[in-house]
């Protein structure tokens, strides 16, 4: 059988981190909408990632992925991948939820799942399974007919069932009602338990329940990072960082 060329182990030992973006910049035609992207992704954690709409969170997400053009260094789990094609890049272990989940409602749930199996890794349908019993039980259900809060396992699950080091998670609870939000928060704080998470989440509660770590964007940049804890202590801050109006604060100026 002709099997993949492997790809070579990472170098655990040498990061602390998971992923790490050093200055990374990308144009979108005339657009310079990353300017100069510096995080990091501590391991065995969710990462949520804040800012307003239109900052550049998406596109930080998919020049990870090499899905636009990008300068700077980007490593996973310390080793450089900014040169490589998308393809080999998602092979060394990284699971996109985009924004609008990707699920093929015509399809049923296996075969969703059943698409996402990467050619020359393992395939965890036990793992899926165990923290989605769910997916178990309406595996022959087609996902158009699902919840959006199951549509999400099932967009989760088709990351989880790769061996990946992270899952990069947009907006999981953009549109939802609240009912809902909670539903998928439960899910996330699942999935949390067995990955690494870079997730954007514009929903400060939402964000306060899972994340161990918090990067906030303004405009095509970081502009804070750090544990939390810090970083969510401070409402003000926070309101300013996803540029809520704090109506004391105009009066002030
Ligand atoms: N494919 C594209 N073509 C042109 N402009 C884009 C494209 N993708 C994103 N942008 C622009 O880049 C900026 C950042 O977008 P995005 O990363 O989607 O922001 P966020 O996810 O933070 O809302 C926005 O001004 C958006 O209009
Ligand atoms: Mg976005």
């Given at each position: 059988m002709n099997a993949p060329a492997p790809v070579e182990p990472t170098g655990?030992?040498?990061?602390?981190?998971?992923l790490e973006l050093t200055d990374v910049h990308a144009t979108i035609g005339v657009s310079h909408i990353l300017q100069g992207v510096t995080l990091r992704v501590p391991r065995n954690t969710v990462t949520a990632m804040l800012g307003r709409n239109g900052v550049g969170k998406t596109t930080t997400l998919r020049a990870v992925l090499g899905l636009v053009p990008r300068t700077g260094s980007i490593l996973l789990d310390g080793v450089?991948?900014?040169?490589?094609?998308t393809p080999r890049i998602v092979r060394r272990g990284i699971g996109y939820v985009p924004e609008d989940r990707d699920?093929?409602?015509?399809?049923?749930v296996q075969e969703n799942l059943r698409l996402a199996e990467r050619k020359g890794g393992e395939h965890h349908y036990d793992r899926v399974f165990e923290l989605f019993p769910e997916l178990r039980k309406r595996?022959?259900?087609?996902?158009?007919?699902?919840?959006g809060g199951q549509q999400q396992m099932v967009s989760l699950g088709r990351g989880l069932l790769n061996d990946n080091r992270v899952l990069l998670i947009d907006e999981?609870?953009?549109?939802?009602?609240p009912k809902l939000v909670s539903e998928v928060v439960e899910v996330l704080e699942r999935v949390r338990s067995v990955a690494t998470i870079l997730l954007v989440e514009q929903n400060i509660a939402a964000a306060h329940r899972l994340a161990g770590h918090v990067v906030a964007m303004t405009e095509g940049r970081v502009e804070a990072q750090g544990p939390a804890d810090e970083l969510l202590a401070d409402d003000q801050r926070v309101r300013e960082l996803l540029g809520v109006t704090d109506s004391h604060r105009e009066e002030r100026h």
């Open positions: 655990d030992t040498t990061s602390d981190w998971a450089p991948i900014e040169r490589e094609t699920v093929f409602g015509g399809l049923t595996a022959r259900q087609h996902a158009g007919t699902l919840s999981p609870t953009k549109g939802l009602a």
